[in-house]
């Protein structure tokens, strides 16, 4: 719904489309008969937004409660929201078109820390107040947040009332109805949030309070007014009687991932000692090929959707996949629906999945190898062999394929200049094996895409004490890459080292940091994911205003017994097993996945999973 | 296999969709609906329909049509219209479903109505402005284009015109020339008469009707 205000403007803007919803199967209802309103923002554009799953999932079940209306808000791109501002528009929700302020919920997810300053700007777009102390003790305008950059919510503490720590699909609810029941008794936003703190999953930051020692670290870090000493995150045990929407929108404009996705499983078993997706979501927790079967088709004949992603943190681990393709094949060719696998391993690339998923689309083949020496892929768990890469390349050679990308990452813990160049290396030995597979597409040229990425060194993971390589040091590996790559065959790409300087300043920030964000907020920061909006020396401006270093968060190296701004959240793996696996990755050594063998993480605390699967080697 | 060509309004939410979105939003509803529509017979098979005449982003379009080849020549033209209907947002209506009358080339004219405002300024000023454009003997505007900038002369585009004061607009009712060859876009038009007078107007574009180059409705 727009308003004739908005309309005026969108005749001025890049892809008006973005700001009018109307798309099929968004949910209306009649303001008046709903119970809470719930706008659930997303920080960052409607493209890359409505390709967020989470979203869909939640949308779809809260708008299930006839009481509850959950509409959808994204950052305007820059141009709307100089159009905005220069007419008095307050940002507004795509359903209703009401301004962010008129709402008694307004959630964010953070998927991403230099998606933090897009969130208090749309606050402030919206009229709300930043912080949680200026928005009052009335029970309305509750700002909650969740997503994986929640688990450590100490950057954003002072802007957040609540954080849902983990899966959102109970936890949310629950904390809805609480709310249901305190506006009913006239109860104080104060009172609520209290109230809400002894929901498993949900952490009220302003009932915590921090001291720092001299030097900068955390002294302690002490619950007040009763609340929990350490917030439990909230999963889903059974996957397949969990919710999923058998609908999503349909965008009316193009959008990132512009295809129905079906979530296949939750968490990974492989535990990649970079990745805190590999960590925070465990256990591992599938869903049954009858249950993805189910649920594809219905989402493909909601949304007349031709293409379905299979979606979760590593696909061809599903541990039936073979039996699922089969499945789905019995009707996706019919329907002209195609299958696209995203997130294949190197490993898992077989012939068997390859001739099946080939028979509907022949989409571009990626891998991440991640490290370019065999050792420093031993450092950081991926498990995968030289061998194993050249194998599968040579798969996907025979098969047609001419166009592999491979992304790697620098700046890994222990990682000498030689572990750098090896990654041309490995770019050049792909090349090679195209040109010695007997059966390769003839007449046609190899392409080799090497992208690398800079380590951010993540809470939750066993390289969270890792200080990150300077920026200085990342550009000279950057730079030692090109050199070392002699054919023109590779082509190299490369991400930009002050953008990941900046977000492992927040991954691991403290507190401190919500002064420089409200300053970031005041000075009309945004998009700061963006390189058309993104400038470090801005920030650097920023901090050293506040007089904070920001090297103390991105490059300094903490000591195992440091008390961590992330401590008082549990994810369900022990800080003891994250210590052993980072002495591990010193000593170059493996774990084995959790389906070959168990490593003792703490996930199994939750007595479902992966951790009581029938292990191959058990009788 | 029968040609048959779908007439529907684009307006609220998906006034503000370009055509490719609109190609898309389409290929999807008719994916959706299982009408036996016939496909593309590549890789990735999709629906196949044509657009006779693309409307610009931001118009409002009352009576546009789409093409496409019915497999099931028995299949009923109700059915395809309730059956879409269903398929697609609300701001894309079919509300009749035809034979293909006529070759989609044969779009020579199209008519418009244009709505034009000045913040707090009176309607007939608005409407003199028009008039005064559109007497001139020419109506010359510079088009973008892919090979950069060139100035047209869109005067010869225009076949007839009137104009009417309406209470806080200035309503401009317009045939232009329409087609792969010569094309007079509204928004041309529009920033013609902004050069001319320095000014910046609100604007509400609507396309009416196509016609041949006899001056028939196009079918």
């Known amino acids: 719904m727009v308003s004739k205000e908005v309309e005026k403007l969108l005749l001025k803007v890049q892809k008006p489309g973005r700001y009018v919803g109307g798309e099929l199967n968004e949910v209306i209802k009649d303001k008046r008969k709903v119970a809470v309103r719930f706008a659930f923002c997303f920080p960052d554009t409607y493209e890359v937004g409505m390709s967020h799953l989470g979203m869909k999932i939640l949308y779809s079940q809260f708008n299930k409660v006839e009481d509850i209306w959950c509409e959808r808000v994204f950052a305007p791109w820059v141009d709307m929201e100089e159009e905005m501002r220069k007419h008095n528009i307050p940002l507004y929700a795509l359903e209703s078109g009401d301004p962010l302020s008129d709402f008694d919920f307004i959630g964010f997810t953070l998927q991403y820390e230099l998606s933090f300053s897009n969130m208090l700007n749309m606050l402030r777009l919206g009229n709300v107040p930043i912080t949680t102390k200026k928005r009052g003790e009335e029970l309305k305008n509750i700002v909650v947040a969740g997503g994986p950059c929640a688990c450590n919510p100490e950057p954003v503490a002072d802007f957040v009332d609540l954080f849902f720590i983990g899966e959102g699909e109970e936890v949310d609810l629950e904390v809805i109805d609480l709310f249901r029941k305190c506006k009913a008794e006239g109860k104080s936003k104060s009172e609520f949030l209290r109230m809400c703190a002894d929901i498993e999953g949900v952490y009220v930051p302003s009932l915590y309070e921090v001291d720092y020692n001299p030097d900068g670290t955390i002294k302690s870090f002490m619950p007040k007014d009763g609340a929990p000493a350490v917030i439990h995150k909230r999963l889903m045990t059974d996957m397949d009687s969990s919710y999923y929407p058998d609908n999503f929108i349909v965008p009316l404009v193009e959008i990132v991932h512009d295809r129905a996705v079906q979530e296949i499983f939750r968490g990974c078993i492989r535990g990649c000692r970079f990745c805190q997706a590999g960590f925070i979501y465990r256990p591992v927790r599938e869903k049954s090929p009858d249950t993805i079967n189910a649920q594809c088709r219905a989402l493909c004949e909601n949304t007349g959707y031709d293409e379905v992603s299979l979606s979760s943190l590593s696909s061809s681990d599903y541990s039936r996949i073979v039996e699922l393709l089969e499945k789905l094949l019995e009707w996706t060719g019919d329907e002209k629906v195609s299958i696209s696998l995203p997130s294949l391993r190197v490993d898992g690339f077989t012939d068997e999945i390859m001739n099946k998923i080939k028979t509907v689309r022949k989409s571009g083949l990626t891998f991440a190898p991640e490290a370019g020496s065999q050792r420093m892929r031993d450092v950081i768990n991926k498990n995968v062999q030289h061998d194993e890469l050249m194998q599968t390349c040579a798969t996907a050679f025979a098969g047609g394929w001419t166009t592999v990308k491979l992304y790697f990452m620098i700046g890994l813990p222990t990682e000498t200049m030689d572990d750098v160049a090896d990654i041309a290396h490995l770019g050049q030995d792909v090349v090679n094996t195209y040109y010695n597979t007997p059966n390769r597409s003839k007449g046609k040229s190899v392409r080799v895409t090497v992208s690398a990425s800079s380590f951010v060194p993540k809470p939750f993971t066993p390289f969270q004490w890792e200080p990150q390589d300077t920026i200085p040091v990342l550009h000279e590996k950057q730079k030692h890459i090109i050199d070392s790559i002699t054919s023109k065959k590779i082509q190299f790409n490369y991400h930009d080292a002050d953008t990941s300087f900046l977000e492992a300043v927040f991954a691991r920030g403290d507190r401190k940091l919500c002064r420089v964000m409200e300053l970031a907020c005041d000075r009309g920061f945004h998009f700061d994911g963006w390189n058309d909006c993104f400038r470090l020396e801005k920030w650097l401006e920023l901090f050293e205003e506040c007089g904070i270093d920001p090297a103390f968060y991105a490059n300094r190296r903490r000591d195992f017994d440091e008390i961590l701004p992330w401590d008082h959240i549990d994810y369900g793996v022990t800080k003891r097993f994250l210590q052993k696996e980072c002495q591990k990755a010193y000593n170059n050594q493996t774990t084995p996945h959790c389906r070959l063998e168990c490593s003792g993480c703490g996930a199994a605390k939750y007595g479902k999973g992966v951790c009581f699967e029938k292990r191959q080697d058990m009788v | ?219």
């Open chain 2, 1 to 219: 296999m029968k040609n048959v060509r779908i007439w529907f309004k684009k307006d609220f939410e998906c006034r503000y969709i370009s055509h490719l979105d609109l190609n898309r939003t389409m290929l999807r509803a008719l994916h959706k609906s299982k009408i036996p529509i016939w496909h593309t017979e590549g890789f990735n098979p999709h629906p196949f329909a044509t657009f006779p005449l693309p409307l610009s982003l931001g118009f409002r379009g009352v009576n546009e049509c789409m093409d496409v080849r019915l497999e099931d020549e028995d299949y009923s033209f109700e059915e395809i219209k309730d059956k879409l209907n269903d398929c697609l947002p609300r701001g894309i209506r079919v509300f009749n479903v035809t034979e293909a009358i006529m070759k989609a080339g044969k779009v020579a004219f199209a008519s418009f109505t244009i709505k034009l405002s000045l913040p707090n300024k009176p309607s007939g000023l608005v409407c003199r402005q028009l008039e005064e454009l559109l007497s001139q003997s020419t109506i010359e505007v510079e088009k973008k284009s892919k090979k950069g900038i060139k100035t047209v002369d869109i005067k010869q585009g225009i076949k007839e015109y009137s104009v009417k004061e309406q209470f806080d607009f200035a309503e401009l009712d317009i045939v232009l020339a329409a087609g792969s060859s010569d094309n007079v876009n509204p928004n041309l038009l529009i920033s013609a008469l902004e050069s001319r007078t320095g000014e910046e107007y609100e604007t509400d574009v609507t396309r009416n009707d196509l016609y041949t180059e006899n001056s028939e409705p196009f079918r």
